[in-house]
């Protein structure tokens, strides 16, 4: 790899050790891929996770006196603040924590806590190369705003924010970016959640880029949340483009530029109602968990509407922001949301078992597959509905 004058001071520490290892692992990812060069970013968004291995490698990064010369936004991990009662967090738990928060924040990392930053805090702009991690941010980043990312791990997006750079190669590069498989929706797509489920059918079947074609209206931006994040939840994708929609598909020859279709796929309506029949729970709930990724004002604002005109009679969870929960305070909306049982957990993953222990062996209800997905692997079982249906399921009781 080709590195600048500046970069290769970098390399040989005239930056301090922090800078000096992170340039390095950067260096040793692009030379694995084939890039020629090291190229400046313009944000980044870290995938925290205050698990062993982060908390292990920001404690590394800051000790050797890393600082962020592009400042990050981070993903949430556990509120210790909302989480404050020793039956929940253990000494260690609130240990853990806090060293994350401490080593992120001595590094000048903006603390958002939050797995939806391309909406406030870090909006990339068209053609922005950014270092992003969390597969449902890269995706919307790269399908929704025409922005350019890899798929960044929380190490190597930290690595291109304490540097400022990262290797190009990859979904930085045109080539890379433009679709391969035709996807015909003849799906009407009548909700957000009908993306989730366009999103899980086809992150199995697509095994390259999808171009989406013959969706016929523009989809809001939480379905094009439910539809990146779901193509990753049972696939593994980059990048998605709908025709007429997304910046870099106004038409199929800009969609596929110089790439041929490999394969077509069509979607229909029996194809995503015999999926929504696959996952439909038959047994009693004993709560809801929404907001992963976590929620928007709208999709907060739609779940208290339906709690308006039906009481919830199970305990509902809400993930999102500190940030947006400041909002939702100053309009005393949260005040009402917590009337009728229903809580906003600040800055939290549902990834993370220390805090989610007391729910082993229940049954919860979530519009969100990935919450599904995640909560399984420490054993709650979280079955799948679109949100409107998680409200009326709530308002029987947990009864169908
Ligand atoms: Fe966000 Fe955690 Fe889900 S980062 S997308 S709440 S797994």
Redesign the pocket.
């Known amino acids: 790899m080709e590195l600048t004058k500046y970069q290769s001071q970098m390399l040989n520490g005239d930056f301090g050790k922090g800078k000096a290892m992170a340039i390095k692992i950067l260096v040793a990812i692009g030379e694995s891929f084939g890039a020629n060069r090291l190229v400046p970013i313009k944000r980044a968004h870290i995938?925290l996770s205050a698990q062993g291995a982060d908390r292990w490698f920001s404690e590394k990064m800051n000790k050797a006196g890393a600082t962020f010369a592009v400042k990050p936004t981070v993903?949430?991990g556990y509120s210790l603040s909302y989480f404050n009662n020793k039956d929940i967090l253990t000494e260690d738990d609130i240990d853990n924590m806090q060293r994350v928060h401490n080593a992120y924040k001595n590094m000048g990392a903006i603390m958002t806590y939050s797995?939806t930053p391309y909406l406030f805090a870090n909006v990339p702009k068209y053609g922005d190369i950014v270092a992003f991690s969390?597969t449902?941010v890269t995706i919307y980043a790269n399908s929704v705003v025409g922005a350019r990312t890899n798929r960044e791990s929380s190490f190597s997006s930290m690595c291109s924010a304490i540097t400022g750079f990262t290797p190009e190669y990859g979904f930085l590069l045109d080539e890379n970016r433009y679709g391969d498989t035709l996807v015909r929706v003849e799906a009407d797509l009548e909700s957000d959640f009908d993306y989730s489920i366009l999103g899980l059918i086809c992150g199995e079947k697509v095994n390259g880029i999808p171009i989406f074609d013959g969706i016929k209206k523009n989809p809001s931006t939480e379905a094009h949340i439910n539809l990146g994040?779901n193509l990753n939840v049972t696939g593994s994708h980059t990048i998605y483009h709908i025709l007429g929609y997304t910046p870099e598909a106004k038409n199929l020859e800009m969609a596929m530029g110089n790439k041929k279709i490999k394969e077509e796929i069509v979607i229909t309506n029996e194809d995503i109602k015999d999926f929504k029949d696959k996952i439909k729970p038959k047994e009693k709930i004993d709560f809801i968990m929404f907001?992963?990724?976590?929620y928007t004002f709208e999709q907060i604002n739609n779940v208290l509407e339906m709690a308006r005109s039906k009481k919830p009679k199970v305990p509902i969870w809400i993930?999102t922001s500190q940030a947006l929960i400041k909002l939702l305070e100053d309009m005393d909306l949260r005040k009402e949301l917590e009337a009728y049982n229903i809580s906003l957990v600040p800055n939290?993953?549902?990834?993370e078992e220390r805090v989610w222990k007391d729910l082993k062996g229940k049954n919860g209800l979530s519009d969100?597959p990935?919450?599904s997905y995640?909560m399984s692997t420490f054993n709650v079982k979280i079955n799948v509905l679109d949100a409107k249906e998680c409200m009326e399921i709530a308002s029987e009781g947990g009864d169908f």
Do not use: R
């Open positions: 995938s993903n949430p797995c969390e449902s994040t907001g992963c990724p976590h993930l939290t993953c549902i990834d969100s990935k919450c995640y």
